[in-house]
């Protein structure tokens, strides 16, 4: 064979070699990133237990977040104390829209709404709730006599708010925590009438399917204030919870939607 014949032999092999180490390069590239895409064992078990029943749901994790501390006294408290009632002057997500909080939450709450003229689309004169406290379709009318069906609850009862921290805050706070949609619910009027200041301990919503949602929804105000929980009202939404673990809190709005 020539030298040049040689040559070009050499070059071949070379070339060869080179595409055969190449290509090992690559299979080792490929199994380490399957081997870190693929958990270690105990990763891979605190996986699995993070989707057990068992795990704590972010609504029971508030919960355990929250101080426990008991009733403080009502002495002194008023309603007048939290503002003026529906006041637009707040700082919460509606305040400063130029309509009043009950008329917001009617609007968010109910459907088939009609709307008074010259209002700029605030004040709600018929609509249709689904009341989340009885399971009920209630029709709403507003006008003396009638716009009674309809309440807006706040779900932390003043009251309890005033004995569970807010007595120590500023006119202006209380009056924001009164009109914040987190804590208010349109619902039935009577019903709201006999939850009076309860707490979950002491009330809970006569619809069942509703309870988990509730108690989450009075956490959430609870978190988002800095209000405590006290030990018995703390042992009822434990029990409500223990039977929907995968209920979440709600959104900031407080609009109703899935709990999971």
């Known amino acids: 064979?020539?030298?040049?014949?040689?040559?070009?032999?050499?070059r071949g092999t070379a070339l060869v070699f080179g595409l055969v180490i190449a290509a090992l390069a690559a299979c080792q590239a490929v199994g380490a990133r399957?081997?870190?895409?693929?958990?270690?064992?105990?990763?891979?078990?605190?996986?699995?237990?993070?989707?057990?029943p068992a795990a704590r749901p972010p609504a029971l994790r508030a919960l355990e977040r929250l101080p426990v501390k008991?009733?403080?006294?009502?002495?002194?408290?008023?309603?007048?104390?939290?503002?003026?009632?529906?006041?637009?002057?707040?700082?919460?997500?509606?305040?400063?829209?130029?309509?009043?909080?009950?008329?917001?939450?009617?609007?968010r709450d109910l459907t088939a709404l009609t709307l008074?003229?010259?209002?700029?689309?605030?004040?709600?004169?018929?609509?249709?709730?689904?009341?989340?406290?009885?399971?009920r379709s209630i029709r709403f009318t507003r006008g003396v006599g009638t716009s009674t069906a309809v309440?807006?609850?706040?779900?932390?009862?003043?009251?309890?708010?005033?004995?569970?921290?807010?007595?120590?805050?500023?006119?202006?706070?209380?009056q924001e925590f009164a009109n914040d949609p987190l804590e208010l619910l349109a619902v039935d009027g009577p019903t709201n009438m006999s939850k009076g200041a309860g707490d979950?301990?002491?009330?809970?919503?006569?619809?069942?399917?509703?309870?988990?949602?509730?108690?989450?929804?009075?956490?959430?105000?609870?978190q988002k204030w800095g209000l405590w929980v006290k030990p018995a009202e703390r042992d009822a939404m434990t029990?409500?919870?223990?039977?929907?673990?995968?209920?979440?809190?709600?959104?900031a709005d407080g609009r109703l939607g899935a709990s999971p």
């Open 34 to 52: 399957r081997d870190s895409a693929v958990p270690s064992s105990s990763s891979a078990a605190s996986s699995r237990a993070a989707q057990t």
């Open 70 to 107: 008991g009733r403080a006294p009502l002495t002194g408290y008023d309603r007048d104390l939290f503002g003026p009632a529906w006041s637009d002057d707040n700082g919460d997500l509606w305040g400063h829209n130029g309509c009043d909080t009950r008329n917001d939450i009617l609007r």
């Open 1 to 10: 064979m020539s030298r040049a014949g040689d040559r070009r032999t050499l």
């Open 116 to 135: 008074k003229g010259d209002t700029r689309g605030c004040v709600v004169l018929t609509g249709v709730l689904t009341d989340p406290y009885t399971g």
């Open 151 to 174: 309440e807006i609850d706040h779900v932390v009862a003043l009251a309890d708010a005033w004995q569970s921290g807010a007595q120590a805050w500023t006119a202006q706070r209380r």
């Open 200 to 222: 979950a301990a002491t009330w809970l919503p006569p619809a069942k399917a509703f309870r988990c949602a509730y108690v989450a929804r009075q956490i959430a105000v609870k």
């Open 239 to 251: 029990g409500i919870l223990g039977r929907c673990p995968r209920q979440r809190l709600p959104a």
